[in-house]
């Protein structure tokens, strides 16, 4: 089990950036990590993993804008978001699960989620 903890979030402009980290209570080489959201109304959904291979994968609407990175130094798992829209605005949740990334969303862990808010 990992304990993990979000930090990063705020309100920016349309087009502005910002950088999601998510703190690890040990290392998480051996794990995929994941990055998920949930609008208010909507159904939480996955944005972006990484496999414990360092393959990553993007949802269409963050594809070109969003990277995801592990500092496996620091057991941080990070999310770049750049050229942010307004429909990004969410909870961000980040997650892990030991050596395989979930087909559905039955994650092992997840943090407690962080606000990202974009206005027009």
């Known amino acids: 089990q990992v304990q993990l903890l979000e930090s990063g979030g705020g309100s920016v402009q349309a087009g502005g950036s910002l950088r999601l980290s998510c703190k690890a209570s040990?290392?998480?080489?051996?794990?995929?990590m994941g990055w998920f959201r949930q609008a208010p109304g909507k159904e939480r959904e996955e944005v972006a993993t990484i496999d414990r291979f360092v393959n990553r994968r993007y949802i269409d609407p963050v594809e070109g804008r969003f990277t995801t990175s592990i500092d496996n130094a620091k057991n941080t798992l990070y999310l770049q978001m750049n050229s942010l829209k307004p429909e990004d605005t969410a909870m961000y949740y980040c997650?892990?699960?030991?050596?395989?990334?979930?087909?559905?969303?039955?994650?092992?862990?997840w943090g407690q989620g962080t606000q990202v808010i974009v206005s027009s």
């Open positions: 040990r290392t998480i080489g051996d794990y995929c």
């Open positions: 997650a892990a699960n030991f050596a395989r990334c979930p087909w559905n969303d039955d994650w092992e862990n």
